[in-house]
């Protein structure tokens, strides 16, 4: 035999429970669990198994031919219908004994009720001194399943202990009545339906759920395992045994709504989430992530290694990173990420661990935060901090220059020279600065249609007025709507007086031309100075270079904000000391 440890795992409460209800019962009555493992008997049982503590395998009892058969029979899905019965023999003193082994229903605690009966002192089944009914009277009454049996006129004719405490209703006022009296308005339906199709035989789900009102007016849940049979009247009936899983329903729904509250929360953040597994591979990705990665759905991310989005890690630093996540370490690092299309964004990773409820290790949850911006404005103060550092030190050489004049006693005329390197270098000073800051107040402004024909007619004044030089428009449309904002003035002017200050000629000319090119609008600027050698112009734009000053770089900055670009070539091609060409193209708007 296949003894288990003595013991049972159900609580002192019910098994005290079940031998108040069934110890002078003169029927073996026997509990069991999933493994046909005895927790629980009566006397009778006890009796005839020759056995006063539980703890051993049911099926041991059985001849070994018999004890798959019997297996089969309490362990089929659904359980079987309490009351149903197979007959199987006892082997007790090296001896045979008949038995009628009926079912109950399984208890709330999981365990299966099952009486035996013994057949040695009967020769026929109509002998036994307990009838069928009797014995599911009893199975039915210690039960701590709710069992109701109805007509087909839905009226209630049986109704056990069980129910109704589940109901708060009198077993007495139960019976004779319409069961669907105490159904949900909401289940009647189905639940009338099912019936219905049941005693028709029909082929019907046996079991589902429903919710009946209590008699205080409050809702219980139900699950219900419904089967019918024939009377003795010849008509049809219905035999229900009834689970009350209230409390289940409620912590399911508690669940259901915890794991909402946790999908909304997880796909409304605006940074980027995903879970990976012991194995580093993803498990769930959120709907920011997907856009981030420009990836259309989470499934074409989920199952790949993370390791496949990371971009520069080796396997050693990823080995590396998972032992210290397995150890319970949280980090916070920069990395970068790759898109679907191959594009690297900076991102900062804020990784934790993740455990099971036995504390064993599961993986890594992972906040992705985008620092494009954050990097951009890093790298825009570091430009900004060198445009300073390089131009204005350049500037502050002029007064130091001017200073040490002062101090050598000079001459009136040179006196004069120095404080003209003095205030030069003051004003120039002042100046670039004052370009830095509108240079760092240009990203603030919203973008929208913007008339350039207009605003570079009044450049064009500006620089007159300031410069003693009018540049001349030579092919310009009237109306050009471009996308830019309240900076693309100041983007003009800096190309304008570009083309007047660094042009030592006695007559300086400057010609603007424009047109339209496809979705973009090419505006040229060109001037008669001694332009650029070849080196020079591809380095204009190098901030590390400064060949055209604070002006020029900010106009380069603007130029790309706008999703535009600069050209810079000969104003005669291959003739680089007769002027220089600047060239931006910008975009039109849909009111071009």
Excluded at 1 to 29: H, K, V, W, Y
Excluded at 69 to 83: I, S
Excluded at 311 to 334: C, I, K, N, V
């Amino acid at each position: 035999m296949n003894d288990r440890q003595e013991g049972s795992p159900g609580s002192a409460e019910t098994s005290n429970s079940f031998s108040l209800s069934c110890e002078e019962i003169p029927i073996a009555l026997i509990r069991l669990d999933q493994d046909l493992v005895i927790q629980q008997t009566n006397r009778a049982a006890q009796r005839l198994l020759g056995m006063e503590r539980p703890g051993r395998t049911l099926l041991g009892f059985f001849e070994a031919d018999e004890r798959e058969r019997v297996r089969a029979f309490l362990t089929q899905k659904p359980p079987p219908a309490a009351g149903t019965s197979i007959r199987a023999h006892l082997m007790t003193g090296g001896l045979a004994r008949p038995l009628l082994v009926l079912a109950g229903e399984p208890g709330e605690d999981g365990l299966l009720t099952v009486a035996l009966l013994d057949l040695t002192m009967v020769s026929d089944e109509n002998e036994m001194p307990v009838g069928r009914e009797s014995i599911y009277h009893i199975l039915a009454e210690g039960s701590d399943v709710g069992v109701v049996i109805a007509n087909k006129e839905f009226r209630v004719v049986y109704a056990n202990h069980r129910f109704s405490e589940i109901i708060g209703v009198p077993r007495e006022d139960i019976v004779g009545v319409d069961f669907r009296h105490y159904i949900h308005p909401d289940d009647r339906g189905i639940v009338a339906n099912r019936y219905r199709l049941r005693l028709e035989r029909a082929d019907v789900t046996p079991v589902y759920e429903f919710r009946v009102q209590r008699a205080d007016g409050s809702y219980s849940t139900l699950r219900v395992h419904s089967t019918s049979l024939i009377g003795r009247d010849g008509e049809p009936y219905s035999v229900a045994h009834l689970i009350d899983i209230s409390s289940e329903v409620e912590s399911r729904r508690r669940l259901e709504e915890s794991e909402r509250k946790y999908r909304t929360l997880i796909e409304t953040m605006l940074s980027g989430i995903f879970v990976e597994d012991a194995q580093n591979t993803i498990t769930l990705v959120n709907t920011s992530l997907c856009e981030m990665l420009e990836y259309d759905s989470p499934d074409d991310l989920v199952g790949q290694p993370a390791s496949d989005i990371i971009a520069g890690w080796s396997s050693p630093q990823m080995f590396d990173l998972r032992r210290r996540h397995t150890a319970g370490m949280s980090e916070l690092y920069e990395a970068k990420l790759i898109t679907r299309l191959g594009r690297r964004i900076p991102v900062l990773l804020s990784v934790s661990p993740l455990y099971d409820l036995e504390g064993g290790y599961t993986g890594t949850l992972t906040v992705v935060t985008d620092i494009s911006q954050l990097i951009e404005a890093r790298m825009e103060a570091q430009f900004l901090l060198d445009l300073l550092m390089h131009d204005v030190g350049n500037q502050l050489q002029l007064v130091l220059m001017g200073a040490d004049m002062l101090e050598s006693r000079p001459s009136p005329d040179d006196t004069d020279v120095a404080r003209a390197y003095i205030r030069d270098g003051v004003n120039r000073c002042l100046e670039i600065i004052s370009k830095v800051r509108r240079t760092e107040a240009v990203g603030s402004a919203s973008q929208g249609p913007v008339n350039l024909s207009a605003v570079l007619k009044m450049e064009c004044d500006l620089v007159q007025k300031q410069l003693g030089v009018m540049p001349t428009i030579e092919e310009m449309p009237e109306r050009v709507m471009v996308l830019a904002d309240n900076a693309l003035g100041q983007m003009l002017r800096n190309i304008l007086e570009n083309a007047v200050k660094h042009n030592p000629a006695d007559d300086k000319r400057v010609w603007i031309s424009g047109r339209r090119l496809n979705s973009m609008f090419l505006l040229c600027v060109t001037d008669n100075g001694p332009g650029l050698s070849d080196s020079k112009k591809r380095d204009l734009f190098d901030p590390h270079r400064r060949y055209g000053g604070v002006g020029l770089h900010l106009v380069w900055r603007i130029v790309k904000r706008y999703g535009g670009d600069i050209i810079v070539s000969d104003r005669v091609e291959g003739e680089p000391e007769k002027g220089l060409r600047v060239c931006v193209r910008l975009p039109l708007t849909d009111e071009a």
